[in-house]
Each structure stands twice: as structure tokens, then as C-alpha cells.
């Protein structure tokens, strides 16, 4: 049985969270600003919309925990990371530690896509192996 057509409006929520959040991170701009604007200005039809609110919500109120949370997994400062790869590892660990319906290869998976389609030339690798170290700590039992 395929499983693609479930997954697809959860897919096209990170996507729009992630565009949603370079909003938020570039301009300073209220989440819930940001909210309302894609809500006016986007399709959200195939958009699993609760996902969506729950990543740009939980992203944004939770970025410095989640910076925190991710320094052990980061070789240098979180601010020196490229800033869309800063905001996908964001995304993803958010997803890791408040979504336990959402499997860590599917989060691992997305968050990887991502990166190759929005990120830098080799951010892929970059982004896979700091959320693979956090999957293995946050998630010891689903990885094992």
C-alpha cells in the first residue's frame, strides 16, 4: 500500500512552514502576521493547515530552546549557520521533539528535501547529520 497521497499534505505544510519561518527569521515580523498573510496569499488547500500553524507556531515561540537543545549537535554557533539550513535543522528538531506521530525517517527524509531544494550545494549532508545525532539522543528507542 502506498502511503505517498497521506503523507503529500503534510509534505507541502513543512514546505510552507519553512517558507513561512524565512519570513518570520528575515524580517522580524510577528508569526501570527505571517500566519494570516499566507493564509490570504497562499493555496492551503492541500495543505494539512494544522501542521502548518503547529511547525511556524512551535518554531518561532520555541527558537532559543530549541537552539539551545541543538548547540550539542552543531560544530559551530547556531548564527553562523546558513539561514536556511539554520531554519530546516529548527524545523526538523521542533518535528523530532513535539511530533511523535511523525517518524523520525520521514522528519530525517523532509528535512533532507528541503535542504536540497532550498539550501546550499552540500547543506543536505550538513542538515542529515545534525538531526541524525539529535534523532539518536531525542529518539533513542525509534532509531534503535
Known sequence: ???RPSQE????ARRRALQALYQWQMTGQDAGQIFQQFHAAQDMSQV??????RLLFGVSSDQPDLDEKLAAFVDR?????????????????????NCPDAPVKVVLDESIDLAHRFGADQG???????????????R????S
Open 1 to 3: 500500500m502506498n502511503n
Open 9 to 12: 499534505p503534510r509534505r507541502r
Open 48 to 53: 494539512d493547515e494544522d501542521h502548518f500553524e
Open 77 to 97: 554557533p547556531i548564527e553562523q549557520l546558513d539561514q536556511m539550513e539554520k531554519l530546516i535543522i529548527r524545523l526538523g528538531a521542533w518535528e523530532l521533539l
Open 124 to 138: 543536505h549532508a550538513f542538515v542529515n547529520g545534525v538531526l541524525d545525532k539529535a534523532a539518536r539522543q531525542w
Open 140 to 143: 533513542a528507542d525509534e532509531m
